[in-house]
């Protein structure tokens, strides 16, 4: 069974401070993904890699950056984090699609609270 | 990728066949229909994917019309721990990006 773990369940935080959320996955996949979701907002997609030192923008990279220096683990940073951060974040790793389909599998998810 | 339409909720006996619908009707010949779920506070959950023909796991069915403008998720027989969102998503094959979950049915499994 593939495994995507995430470093911490829930998380408060305090305006300003610098936060990393750490996933890891234990299936040797490429891709990997980082999502928030919010009520009524549905999961949107932060930023992705598709390599090790590889990364792309998703849909709302504002206010964020990532790292991936090893293949099986995927940093997300808020650099200065701010109250509309609060937020789950999503965590999830897919081998590279090809030509093929791929699905996308999840970590349990941090629930991120700054203050 | 190709938008989807699905029920905003659906109810369903403990024990009895959950039938899920979702309506991709500008589907293309390459995307793949995907089902996830999502229980409550946790991360979703990859149920199953197709093409065209249908397909079956240990969790669930996955039936697409020939036309491919609908399919249907059976579970076949639902419990309790099956009380979830579940989400019909259209991807093009070699797509990297994202998955696009949209509003989902949520399905109460009710004793």
Not at chain 2, 23 to 31: C, F, K, V
Not at chain 2, 65 to 76: A, Y
Not at chain 2, 90 to 110: D, E, M
């Amino acid at each position: 069974d593939v495994k995507v773990t995430q470093s911490s369940r829930y998380l408060v935080k305090r305006t300003g401070e610098k936060v990393f959320l750490e996933c890891v996955q234990d299936m040797d996949h490429e891709n990997m993904f980082w999502y928030r979701q919010d009520p009524g907002l549905g999961l949107r997609l932060i930023y992705f890699s598709y390599d090790v030192k590889m990364k792309e923008k998703g849909d709302i990279p504002e206010g964020y950056s990532v790292s991936r220096e090893k293949k099986e683990r995927f940093s997300l940073i808020l650099e200065s984090a701010s109250t509309n951060q609060t937020s789950m974040y999503l965590c999830a790793s897919s081998l590279y699609p090809g030509q093929g389909a791929r699905e996308q599998y999840f970590g349990p998810g941090t629930r991120l609270t700054v203050t | 990728d190709a938008k989807t339409t699905q029920p905003t909720s659906m109810d369903c006996a403990e024990g009895r066949a959950a039938n899920l619908p979702c309506n991709h009707s500008t589907i293309s010949g390459n995307e793949y229909v995907y089902w996830y779920r999502q229980i409550h506070s946790q991360g979703p959950q990859y149920i199953i994917h197709g093409l065209k023909n249908n397909e079956t796991n240990e969790m669930a069915s996955l039936i697409i019309t020939e036309d491919r403008k609908s399919s249907t998720l059976i579970l076949p027989h639902a419990t309790l721990r099956d009380t979830a969102v579940y989400y019909c998503i259209v991807r093009a094959s070699g797509n990297t990006g994202k998955l696009i979950f949209g509003q989902g049915t949520t399905l109460q499994v009710k004793p």
